[in-house]
Structure formats: C-alpha cells, structure tokens
C-alpha cells in the first residue's frame, strides 16, 4: 500500500517570491512515481510535474521543480516566481509501477494563496 | 470542446434515490479513470476501464456503485440508494497511453445528499 503525506493544509507566498510545498511518502514498492496536480477552483486536476523514481536527476518543468530526497521519502515542490494564478490547491500524488499501476494514491493536499 | 466533459456538474438528491453520472472522456483515450473526493480530501481511486472492460475496482466502490462503459466511449457512474456518506466530487480522467502523466481529468460532479 501507499501513503502520502502533505502536513501543510495552507500556505501563503509572496507574488514573484519561490515556495516549497511538502510531500513525503511510503511504499514497500521497489519503483514508483510521484507526481504534482493543481486543482484550481474550477475542480479539474492539473497536471504539473512528474518523478520517477530511479531518475538520476531531480524533475523541472518551467517554474515547477521536483525536490526529489528518495533515503528520506520526499518529493517537495517548488514554485519560483510565484504568480497570483498560482493560488490553488496542490496534491502530491504516486503510482507504484507494479501491482496497482493504474491507481494514483492523492495525499490531502496543500491550498496555496498567492498575495499581490 | 476536447476536454473531458462531466454532466451533471451538480446533483442534489435525496438520501436512498438512484443517480447517474456521465464522464465523456477525449475522443481517442481508451483509458477512462473514475475517483471520488471528499471536501479536504484528495482523490481517491475508485475504478479504472481499458476501452469497455473494468480491469481495476477500489474496495471503496461497495455494492450500491456500479460503472460501465458500454461501447468503450463514454462512461457512467451509478450509485444505488445514496447516503450521506457518498456526498463528494466524482472525478473522471482519461488517457491514451499507461502513462499517467497523459492522463486528463474532467471538472468533475458534485453531488450532495440530503
């Protein structure tokens, strides 16, 4: 089974400043892969940014990047240049790549607001 | 539209009415994903479909849920005598490759129980 972790239910940022949203997990499964949504208000879950878990180098997606510490269970996310259309919420997210593959397990997610 | 498309984007009923949800997911993805959220919650899996088989059900979809996708298009969502308990976002995603990273969700159905 999976867990994820988000221990910040709220968090605010400065327009243009970088954040650092939380996430830690637990599996028994040997390869994984975390992944970042965005939900705005609207309620669709958007896509951000994706890590394998054997990838060598942590993932970076224009000002999304993935803080990918494997020894220590986690996979922060960091926003630069923090936009007021940045203001949502944020769910850390993993699939193990065997057994339940096509299952994502969501963690209780991060609201993020951005002040002008 | 090209998008995953949900209808209703709410539904109110009655404790122990019947509802249905419809997901239209993005034409070519053969891969259609239903999860459920709770307020303060983040999504939880409930089944997965490759064209029109039902390859993968959560535990959480008990005996009053049921899912089909008939003619591997569009999919429904039926929940038999609603509780409380069931009121949440229904989400629906789709895919065309295994690769979740490709997956789309819709905007989702709220449903509240009264």
């Known amino acids: 089974a999976q867990k994820i972790t988000q221990t910040q239910p709220g968090m605010f940022v400065q327009e243009k400043e970088a954040v650092t949203l939380d996430c830690t997990y637990d599996?028994?499964?040997?390869?994984?892969?975390l992944f970042w949504y965005k939900q705005p208000s609207s309620g669709e879950m958007i896509f951000l940014i994706y890590q394998g878990s054997y990838d060598q180098q942590n993932a970076t997606e224009g000002r999304y990047s993935l803080n990918f510490q494997k020894a220590r269970k986690s996979a922060n996310l960091v926003i630069s240049a923090s936009q007021l259309g940045d203001s949502a919420m944020y769910f850390c997210a993993m699939r193990p790549f065997s057994g339940s593959a096509r299952q994502l397990t969501f963690g209780s997610g991060t609201q993020l607001t951005v002040l002008p | 539209d090209t998008g995953v498309s949900q209808n209703p984007r709410h539904k109110i009923t009655k404790r122990g009415q019947n509802v249905t949800f419809r997901c239209d997911p993005i034409s070519e993805h053969n891969r259609l994903y239903w999860y459920r959220q709770t307020l303060g919650q983040g999504p939880e899996f409930l089944t997965y479909?490759?064209?029109?088989?039902?390859?993968?059900k959560s535990r959480l979809l008990s005996d009053r849920f049921s899912a089909e996708r008939p003619k591997g298009s569009f999919s429904t969502l039926e929940i038999q005598r609603t509780e409380q308990g069931d009121s949440a976002m229904y989400l629906c995603?789709?895919?065309?490759?295994?690769?979740?990273?490709?997956?789309?969700f819709g905007q989702g159905t709220r449903l509240t129980v009264v």
């Open positions: 479909f490759q064209n029109e088989a039902q390859l993968e």
């Open positions: 995603a789709s895919s065309f490759t295994e690769s979740l990273t490709e997956a789309f």
């Open positions: 599996t028994s499964d040997p390869s994984y892969g």
